[in-house]
């Protein structure tokens, strides 16, 4: 394949990622993983990876324009990545133990439910957020970073919803207090990825600096949106990871029966 044609598919990831991050306030990966195994030939442990390498300076510019708001709670972000870094550390030990097309399905049970939760009249975020439940977020933190290690599904889609539904933060605040725990999350796993030598640093830095700008016009443009309209499309993207999950669980199942069946990507 051309060079000019592997750089352009590079930038054009990380753009669709950037825009991604800052209208819905998570990593990206749910683009890039899928782009990087299908247009750049990447394996899916590696694609995910160098999605985690690419999400740093994304995430950073869409801190950025959500501190432009005030839309980020820098203490409740604080605390769910450090829960999230130790759910990521205990995810990568229980992942060769754990039967994970049956925790694909599980969890895309759970995003539709959330995904409903999310635009039922009665679930409707609030605009007050006081007295913060320490341990919940710190549990919240735990599963997202577990979700995150074991399924390569990004904390923010865990996150926003969980900041929404459990604490009453508004979305936009969810949104930008999410990326407080995505960037902490891919710095540390992507430390331990380039020790490892298990990332292409070439692809993830190149990605992650062409999405910047992207991010950082997504998240001025996305504290426009009205709260129900946001609440409507963050729902929409909750159904398409549990769609992404359930065809993970069923190639997984179709491998077994078939073992000589490659791994689908994405």
């Not at 577990?146 to 949104?175: E, F, K, N, S, Y």
């Not at 159904?239 to 992404?244: K, L, R």
């Amino acid at each position: 394949m051309p060079a000019q044609v592997v750089l352009s598919r590079i930038i054009v990831s990380g753009i669709l990622a950037g825009a991604l991050s800052g209208i819905f306030g998570i990593g990206g990966g749910i683009v890039m993983v899928p782009l990087f195994t299908l247009w750049l030939g990447l394996d899916q442990r590696t694609a995910i990876t160098t999605s985690l390498l690419a999400i740093i300076p994304i995430s950073v510019a869409a801190i950025g324009g959500y501190l432009v708001g005030d839309a980020v709670a820098w203490g409740v972000g604080l605390v769910i990545g450090v829960g999230s870094i130790v759910g990521g550390q205990v995810g990568v030990r229980l992942l060769p133990h754990i039967p994970v097309p049956w925790l694909q399905l599980s969890f895309a049970v759970l995003l539709l439910y959330s995904a409903v939760r999310l635009v039922a009249p009665s679930a409707a975020p609030t605009d007050q957020v006081g007295g913060e439940p320490w341990a919940l977020l710190v549990i919240v933190g735990v599963i997202a970073g577990l979700i995150a290690a074991l399924l390569g599904v990004g904390g923010g889609i865990v996150v926003v919803p969980a900041l929404a539904l459990l604490a009453g933060m508004d979305l936009t605040t969810a949104r930008g207090t999410s990326l407080v725990v995505i960037l902490l999350t891919a710095t540390t796993a992507s430390l331990s990825n380039w020790r490892a030598g298990a990332l292409d640093t070439r692809v993830g830095w190149i990605s992650g600096l062409a999405g910047v700008p992207a991010a950082l016009g997504a998240a001025l443009v996305a504290q426009w949106i009205p709260q129900q309209v946001a609440a409507y499309l963050f729902a929409v993207l909750m159904v398409v990871a549990a769609v992404q999950l359930l065809r993970r669980a069923w190639s997984a199942r179709t491998r077994r029966a078939r073992p000589d069946q490659p791994e689908p990507p994405g």
